[in-house]
């Protein structure tokens, strides 16, 4: 029985992903009983572990930093590892594993410890989440290319707003130019994409910064909220005319471009009542 214990070893060397349980027996050439009673010996052993990946339970190699953990380091070690660059919560954490509060907070102080796990904050909130240790956050917890140092930057939102509406009423006014007595035409030529808008800030290299068409589409909505374009039906955009721009202070809310405001809301983790953010910008208002 040690050879096919050697075998399911050298087996899950190669397959670094791992290999579903029912798959094991068929690898290693012998009955699902004999394939089972290598897996336990294995994990008695905590030399394999047990993952889900897609509703599927898999084997797969420890890695060795993983030696020497306990029970509760392993069950909150592998939760965070399954929430990846996003991050998992602490509530999540008491849900998912079954442990104390006092269990898990000691099991995830040695878990950063050792380098395994790192605490962050993401925007909108003072309170931690955690993932691994070599994790690069998601832009759900940077905020992306609006903050800095988990702060909305206003300054380059302003930038990228005028730079867009600047453009798009050069564009309004290159379309009435060119069809003086063409009002169907003047009007469908004064709309362009968020693509577009994109397309013209990059080329023309105004600003330091990667700007992606996803950036654009949430500075061109502020604008829409702001009253200083309009959209139509098929998400394109065009300046609205001067005389009937108003002044609105909707620009500068932080939830407008804020990258969890989908996942806000009243009692849960994400809240706008404990957004640091918003609270700041009504205290300034």
């Not at 029985?1 to 075998?7: G, H, I, L, R, S």
């Not at 330091?208 to 139509?232: C, K």
């Amino acid at each position: 029985m040690a050879d096919k214990e050697d075998a399911m070893v050298a087996l899950l060397q190669i397959e670094v992903d791992g290999i579903e349980v029912n798959e094991l027996g068929g690898k290693l050439e012998c009955s699902p009983q004999e394939g089972q009673e290598c897996l336990n010996r294995l994990l008695a052993a905590h030399k394999v572990e047990l993952i889900q990946v897609d509703g599927a339970l898999r084997v797969k190699m420890k890695k060795e930093e993983h030696a020497g953990l306990s029970n509760e380091e392993r069950v909150l070690l592998t939760l965070v590892d399954e929430g990846s660059n996003k991050g998992i919560w602490i509530k999540n954490l008491r849900d998912n594993s079954g442990l104390s509060q006092i269990q898990i907070r000691k099991a995830l102080k040695t878990l950063e410890t050792k380098k395994l796990i790192k605490a962050v904050k993401g925007v909108g909130t003072t309170k931690k989440c955690y993932m691994p240790y070599d994790a690069v956050e998601d832009v759900s917890i940077t905020g992306g290319t609006f903050y800095s140092d988990r702060q909305l930057d206003s300054e380059l939102v302003q930038t990228l707003l005028s730079v867009c509406v600047a453009m798009l009423t050069n564009r309004r006014k290159q379309a009435v130019d060119r069809n003086p007595t063409d009002l169907l035409l003047q009007k469908q030529a004064s709309f362009a994409t968020a693509g577009e808008v994109a397309t013209f800030i990059r080329d023309r290299k105004i600003l330091h910064v990667p700007i992606s068409d996803d950036d654009i589409e949430r500075i061109l909505e502020v604008a829409v909220l702001d009253g200083l374009i309009e959209r139509r039906s098929d998400g394109a955009v065009r300046v609205i005319d001067q005389s009937i721009i108003r002044s609105s202070p909707l620009v500068s809310v932080p939830c407008a471009l804020c990258p969890v405001a989908i996942d806000c809301a009243a009692g849960k983790e994400i809240n706008p009542c404990d957004c640091k953010y918003l609270t700041d910008w009504l205290a300034s208002k």
